[in-house]
């Protein structure tokens, strides 16, 4: 098991569109590292060229003391030496092969002997629940079976380096949680180094050990979840994380809120672009017993929660809380803000420390 | 200073290094290369001699006229423009071409469109089998149509057997044997099964709700279909239009057959005379002339399918329209549709394997029948052998077989090779020349193709001997020609499996030739199987690209069946055709079967 490192990648698919720029960045032994970002932001990109699938324009990939690839000296391992897991959004099962075909081909590539590949493959079968499938065809699966045999199929030469692109994201929501405690599982029997892309911030937030927010082929922040989550290194961060979204003030367009704001976390409003507070941090009370005054304009109850909009000054902030709230709509409220649940980002969209 | 030379010397050494792992990485860029060498001299060649030729003076005429050989000069380009000749080597020709493609085309199209609308909207007496069945005259080669006519209406003009007609007493008048009126309608026969297709596929994708939103205002069918379903079909219309005329134009049997004993040329014939008079300047020349009216027909197809791109109807549900109820109009219609299947696909068939069981023509006593012309040692009356034992016939079917099996499987190949190689290398030169170039041939007529080779590989050029009179010319140009259904399908196949599978295997180890072999050959099994088949049932059927290039040992089954009516051995000539026929249907039958595809979706070939 070995870190995964890259130096300055640069990919570019021609035209002036930069798909990974510029990137740096090492993934440490044994974490299972989320990368998470919105569509098109070079998450499959970058997942591709660790696994060789496409060559960067530049730049290093080392694994271990192994240099995949290195623009520099010009060496570059191919994908059949790599040695890695790799599963496809799609699955790329073979059609044409059985289960049992499907799930021992790494080995067959081995040449391992007829024994070894049945061994093989009465372990995963087990692991998986794939009993019975033997000689079923992936078009005779469900979508399920068919992902656990493509985890099997991965994990059949037992890599220590696992690239997952998007797994999950054709699996209806109940087996997608039962996956997601599998893949968990995984990590921790097998230990080894779990890349995982996804764009969906839920599942981040519960499978990784470490999350890398994307933005633009560049790598925005990488952090343990929950410090992704409190102290996001960027507005794109902040936005990203977290749902319903963080509220932004700006603090030209809305002064008023933005004086308040800066005051409670006692900070000069100039240097600040945009607030951030997340709609869980705020609590609705009686009118002008808050920060600042506001009218109710939305309620959705979620079932757990209740979502309420409320407009500050012609500004909308998003509540959420698990007590019903205190006014119907139209009514005025209070808004109390926690000083060290607000974010203050400056003019390049990067957070101000608190001093 | 010395340094950063250094440096840069290290820095381009380092990028070509990655450059070549690469190349070595990807075998595919190396059969891509190899792919654009192959190909730009196949397709590339054979134009540029076919210009050249137009323009430069032969070794004859240098003799005759005292000019040197291959000087410039615009003799041809005079001779067939404005010479004393050229009402007749050209300009007559080409009334005649666009009359006949005029009226076959406007059969055809109505022929089609109504049946197509019958078949696949009403409630007409057998539509289920008759969707197959009017399919029957394009798997038949197109001289089974003219010689099936000539057997029937042939009358004293022209010597060998009575036609059928004739022996009852009834001298059918020129007009109705032979010229403008038998070609225009055999050729709308044999061509209107790719218009009834087309419109039945365009049919079944309007969306029903179009139709249904329509009927709640109150329009009844007649206004639906003049209103709503017409309209849509305009798109679909213009191409039909236009490959039918494409197709007409570059006819060489119906007009030979037909057209000859009434001395009506068309430019195929007239193209085919020059070839036989060997006046290869005069060739290219018209060649080139055919070459820019499907040049034009294309540009006008791209043209018309953009501005009308607005009424591609998308989605549609699949789900079926109700067929409507005839009512009175049930059975005559009926009647019609089925007429149409006798006329054009039974009645061939009848006509031609009747001619071949009866001795006398029309005399359909008992003791007239017999197996002599199949069978036969020496066929009375000819001093021939018959079919199944004449040596010529035996050489022709192997020869048919070895060409177009050849030529259709190095066409499967070829094609699914040029598809992986723009699939895999997309943004590539190589992706967008191979795409480009393999299109190429398109724009020929198989006729001007077959000039164009016959021209290029008369003599030896380089290290390629000279081809004249073999077998691999005639494969050759069969490849070449094919090539542009061939690579699209494969284009269209490579993309379909999607580079996934086989990145999966990359990723546990497979190298380059495992992956083609284990994953991606399997895979495209069916696609290959297709591949090949398509291009042999046109091949077993093609006449007009080969016609001027066999030589006496390489004749084919097709032009093994004109050397007949040459002769006046009509019933030789129609046993051959019924035997391509049947190879043809088998060929079918088996595509069915293997691959569960129909026709319909290979119709380019
Ligand atoms: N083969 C390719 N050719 C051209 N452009 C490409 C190619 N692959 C990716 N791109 C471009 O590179 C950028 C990054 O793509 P990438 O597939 O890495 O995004 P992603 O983060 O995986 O997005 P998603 O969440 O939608 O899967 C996109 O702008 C995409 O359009
Ligand atoms: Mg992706």
């Known amino acids: ?355 | 200073m010395f340094t950063s030379n250094s440096t840069s010397q290290n820095s381009f050494l380092v990028s070509l290094k990655i450059k070549l792992s690469k190349l070595l990485l990807q075998p595919t860029f190396l059969i891509g290369v190899v792919l654009v060498i192959i190909l730009s001299y196949l397709v590339i060649a054979p134009i540029v001699s076919i210009f050249s030729n137009s323009v430069s003076l032969t070794m004859m005429d240098a003799m005759l006229s005292g000019g040197k050989d291959g000087e410039f000069t615009y003799k041809y380009v005079d001779r067939v423009f404005t010479s004393s000749i050229s009402e007749k080597i050209f300009w007559i020709p080409l009334k005649n071409s666009i009359t006949v493609s005029f009226f076959a085309t406007l059969i055809a199209l109505t022929l089609g469109l109504i049946l197509a609308s019958l078949v696949t909207s009403t409630n007409i007496l057998g539509r289920k089998y008759l969707g197959f069945l009017l399919i029957i005259p394009y798997m038949l080669p197109s001289q089974a149509m003219a010689t099936a006519w000539l057997t029937m209406f042939k009358n004293r003009k022209i010597s060998g057997p009575q036609g059928m007609l004739e022996s009852f007493g009834i001298t059918p008048p020129d007009w109705l044997a032979y010229g403008p009126l038998p070609i225009s309608i055999c050729m709308a026969l044999s061509y209107f099964p790719f218009a009834f297709l087309l419109f039945s596929s365009a049919l079944s994708k309007i969306d029903i709700q179009l139709e249904e939103v329509a009927s709640t205002f109150g329009a009844k069918t007649k206004a639906i279909w003049s209103k709503i379903i017409l309209p849509l079909l305009i798109p679909t219309t213009m191409s039909v239009l236009l490959l039918t005329v494409a197709r007409t134009l570059g006819t060489f049997a119906t007009p030979y057959i037909l057209g000859t004993p009434a001395k009506y040329t068309l430019l195929s014939t007239s193209l085919y005379s020059s070839v036989r008079s060997n006046d290869s300047g005069v060739v290219a020349v018209i060649a080139i002339v055919l070459s820019l009216i499907g040049l034009m027909l294309l540009l006008v197809d791209i043209w018309v399918v953009r501005k009308w791109q607005r009424f591609v109807t998308v989605g549609g549900k699949g789900i079926k329209r109700q067929p409507s109820k005839l009512g009175v109009f049930r059975m005559p219609t009926t009647i019609f549709a089925w007429i149409i299947f006798l006329i054009a696909a039974l009645g061939p068939f009848i006509v031609l394997a009747l001619s071949t069981l009866m001795r006398e023509p029309g005399n359909f006593s008992f003791s007239n029948f017999g197996l002599a012309y199949w069978t036969g040692v020496n066929v009375p009356g000819m001093d021939q052998p018959g079919i199944f034992t004449s040596p010529e016939v035996i050489t022709a079917l192997k020869n048919s077989f070895l060409i177009a099996g050849s030529a259709s499987i190095i066409c499967g190949v070829l094609g699914l090779l040029i598809g992986y190689a723009v699939v895999r290398l997309p943004g590539t030169l190589i992706s967008g020349f191979l795409r480009q170039i393999s299109f190429l041939p398109y724009l020929m007529p198989g006729l001007a193709f077959a000039a164009a080779y016959l021209s290029l590989f008369a003599v030896a050029r380089g290290p390629i001997p000279a081809l004249y009179g073999s077998i691999s010319l005639l494969i050759l140009v069969m490849v070449v020609t094919y090539l542009p259904y061939a690579s699209r399908s494969g284009i269209s196949a490579m993309m379909q499996v999607g580079p996934e599978p086989e990145e999966a295997g990359m990723v546990l180890g497979a190298g380059f030739w495992r992956r083609i072999t284990t994953i991606l050959a399997p895979l495209q099994k069916s696609a290959l199987i297709i591949a090949i088949i398509l291009p042999f049932i046109t091949g077993m059927k093609e006449l007009s690209l080969v016609v001027m290039l066999v030589t006496p040992g390489t004749e084919l089954l097709t032009t093994q069946s004109i050397r007949f009516l040459d002769f006046g051995y009509t019933q030789l000539a129609n046993a051959t055709i019924l035997i391509i026929g049947v190879v043809v249907m088998i060929s079918v039958f088996i595509l069915n079967r293997v691959t569960k595809t129909n026709l319909a979706s290979g119709l380019g070939g």
């Open chain 1, 1 to 355: 098991m070995s870190e995964i490192k890259l130096k300055s990648i640069i990919k570019n698919f021609g035209g002036n569109s930069i798909a990974v720029d510029n990137l740096s960045e090492t993934f440490p032994a044994g974490e299972f590292v989320c990368l998470l970002g919105p569509s098109g932001c070079g998450k499959t990109t970058t997942l591709r060229m660790i696994a060789g699938l496409e060559t960067p324009d530049s730049g290093e990939i080392f694994y271990g003391d192994k240099t995949f690839f290195s623009s520099k000296t010009g060496e570059l391992i191919k994908t059949e030496n790599r040695n890695l897991g790799l599963m496809f959004q799609s699955y790329a099962l073979w059609p044409h092969m059985t289960v049992y075909k499907n799930i021992v081909f790494g080995l067959e590539m081995q040449k391992k002997s007829l024994e070894e590949k049945d061994k093989r493959y009465l372990e995963l079968e087990k692991l998986f629940h794939l009993e019975n499938f033997r000689d079923r065809y992936p078009s005779e699966l469900s979508g399920g079976q068919q992902q656990r045999v493509a985890l099997a199929r991965m994990l059949a030469v037992k890599p220590s380096l696992l690239l997952l692109d998007e797994p999950l994201s054709n699996l209806d929501s109940n087996l997608r949680l039962e996956m997601r405690s599998e893949l968990k599982r995984l990590h921790h029997s097998l230990g080894c180094t779990i890349i995982f892309v996804t764009h969906d911030q839920m599942e981040a937030m519960t499978l990784a050990t470490s999350i890398a927010v994307m933005n633009e082929g560049k790598i925005e922040q990488i952090d343990k979840p929950m410090e992704i989550y409190n102290n996001p290194k960027s507005l794109f961060v902040a936005k990203f994380v977290g749902s319903p979204q963080m509220n932004i003030v700006n603090s030209k367009k809305d002064e008023k809120l933005a004086t308040c704001l800066s005051k409670k976390i006692n900070i000069e409003k100039e240097k600040v672009k945009n607030f951030g507070i997340r709609p869980e941090t705020m609590k609705m009370v009686k009118q002008d017993d808050g920060d600042i005054n506001g009218t109710i304009e939305t309620i959705q109850p979620t079932g757990a929660d209740w979502i309420v909009g409320v407009n500050v000054n012609g500004k909308s902030l998003f509540l959420i809380s698990s007590d019903p709230p205190i006014g119907k709509e139209n009514d005025t409220v209070g808004i109390f803000f926690k000083p060290e649940d607000c974010h203050s980002f400056d003019d390049n969209d990067l957070r101000i420390l608190k001093n």
